[in-house]
């Protein structure tokens, strides 16, 4: 699954939260504080290992989840790209619009030419 979609869903993204807060948490513990039943919660765990944003090991009768820091580091590069990108164009938009106003001054309201 793309990390993208993984993360698109509030209740996944609150997973993401509370293991890098914690730095890995048995799936007990995550489910603890849902109103979710821990088969929904599953579910979000599933997809979340199917994008390969979190591990899993099994530590006898418990799994114990942790973050996978390589996927996660690429959605921040890509998202820094993408926001550097859009400020990029923002600049040109402000810099088109500075130069509009001074070329054409604004008539009072009402006034047409």
Known sequence: MDPFTAIAEP?????LERLVANGSMSATDIYRGFTSSPPAISQH??????????????????????????P???????????AAAKEQEFQRLDSL???????AP???FGETK
């Open 106 to 108: 604004m008539l009072p």
């Open 11 to 15: 209740t996944r993204r609150i997973i």
């Open 72 to 82: 996660m580091k690429k959605l921040e590069k890509w998202i820094r790209q993408f």
């Open 97 to 103: 619009l500075e130069k509009m106003k001074l070329e």
């Open 45 to 70: 765990l599933k997809v979340l290992r199917e994008a390969k944003l979190v591990g899993v090991e099994k530590r006898a009768q418990q799994r114990i989840y942790y973050i996978n820091p390589e």
